[in-house]
Every structure is written in C-alpha cells, then in structure tokens.
C-alpha cells in the first residue's frame, strides 16, 4: 500500500470507536486466529453503503467466522431481508454458525457450506447486494456468476482487489497468478461494467448493474 493510504487508513481506524461487545469479540478471535476479516474502516463503510440503500436480499461469498456478515445480516434483518453467505472451510462455517446464533440472526441468514464457484450458481433468485471476499484467484468467477444474480439496482462489493498493494508495488513471486488474474479483471471490469475502484483498505471495486460501455 501507498504510505499515504496507509496513514490515512490507520487514522481512520484511530477514530472509530467501536463498542458492540460481538463485533469486538470477533476483532479480536480475527487477530489472534489470524483470519482476514475485513478492515475497520471497509467494515465501516460496508454497513454506511448497506444501510443506506436500505438492502434487502445480501449475498456474501467467503463468510469466515461470520464478522462481516453479522454487520450486514443485522442490516437485512432490519429491513426484513436475509443474508445468503457462503464458505469453503468447515471450521470456519461452524464458528460463523455461533457467532450468527449470538447475535440473533440465526432467522435471518443463510449459511451455505461449500465452495463459492460452486454454490453461487445453485442460487436462482436475485440480491440486491453482492460482497465478494473469498480466494482471490478466483475473483473474475465469481464475479462472473453473481453478476447475473445481481437486481436491477444492486450493487457488487469486491474486497481486496488491489490484493496488499502487489497491484502496484513489489511482491513475493508467489502471488503472481493471483496478481495477473486481479489486474485482468480490473481491466476487465473497467472496459465492460459500470466500475469504480477505491484506494480503501486493500482496494475495493464496486460495480452497478447498469452496464454503461
Ligand atoms: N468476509 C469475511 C472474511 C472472509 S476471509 C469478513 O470480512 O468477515 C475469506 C474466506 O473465504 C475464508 O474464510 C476462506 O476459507 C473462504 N474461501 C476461500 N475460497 C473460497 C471459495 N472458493 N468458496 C467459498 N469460500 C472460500
Ligand atoms: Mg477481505
């Protein structure tokens, strides 16, 4: 990342002052079992956009221990809507399973085990909001697949996609298809989608349903 968007993103999180007791206990199992929830300030931003659109029907792919999901399942469930989240690890789907339970949600989301590319195209009805954080590698799938389900005003969140910064910076070689395959479908997404992409967190793409080009 930028030194600047660095700083500037670890400022924002300086002034956010979170006090629900299951957010925080999530922030802090997320450190210490190293799971990569999404950042305060993406977290922050992602509840602003949910609520303000007043979001019904939530798709999310790639649920980890439910902390995201919880921010947007309480959102649906206000509206009196529901969250369809999908993961790969049984693990991890089961702690989501708790931590839904604990926050009362347990009615108004769908916890589906298995893996996205597969389950995303079982799904035959339409969702307002689509959150895309699972395998990286597999972004242009996903992306692909829930675009189709995505209602006529919905909005598609991508996290991560500028993937640490190895977008444009150096990186271990390891991550170079990883690396490829998101720049294609960055490329992808500004030649044929209404597309926007934001310097926050690790890069977040958010695409329209009205496709401009
Ligand atoms: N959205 C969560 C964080 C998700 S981390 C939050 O912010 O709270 C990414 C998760 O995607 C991991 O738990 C990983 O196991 C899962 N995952 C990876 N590949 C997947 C796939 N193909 N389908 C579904 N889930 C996948
Ligand atoms: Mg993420």
């Known amino acids: ?11 924002i999180v300086s002034k956010i002052k979170e006090t629900d007791t299951l957010i925080l206990e999530m922030e802090a199992f997320a450190l ?3 799971v990569p929830i999404v950042t305060k300030e993406v977290a922050e931003y992602l509840k602003f956009l949910v609520e303000s659109h007043n979001f019904k029907n939530i798709l999310e792919i790639g649920t980890a221990i439910g902390y995201s999901g919880t921010i947007m399942g309480r959102v649906a469930k206000a509206n009196g809507g529901k969250l369809t989240t ?9 702690q989501a399973l708790e931590n839904f339970k604990k926050a009362g949600l347990e009615n108004n989301i769908n916890a589906i085990l298995g893996d996205g ?18 395998s990286k ?15 006529d005003n919905g909005i ?14 150096e990186y271990p070689k390891r991550f170079k298809t990883i690396v490829r ?26 695409v329209r349903n009205k496709i401009t080009k």
């Open 1 to 11: 990342m930028l030194d600047e968007l660095k700083d500037a993103n670890e400022y």
């Open 32 to 34: 210490e079992h190293n």
């Open 86 to 94: 999908i993961e790969i690890d049984e693990i991890r789907y089961q």
């Open 117 to 134: 590319v597969e389950e995303v195209k079982k799904l035959d009805e339409k969702f307002d909001f689509i959150f895309i954080d699972a």
């Open 137 to 151: 590698g597999h972004y242009m799938e996903f992306f692909n697949d829930s675009f189709e389900r995505l209602s």
């Open 156 to 169: 598609i969140f991508i996290d991560n996609i500028m993937f640490r910064g190895y977008l444009y910076k």
């Open 181 to 206: 395959r998101l720049n294609e479908f960055i490329d992808y997404l500004y030649a044929h989608h209404n597309f926007v992409l934001l310097p926050f967190g690790d890069g977040i793409g958010l």
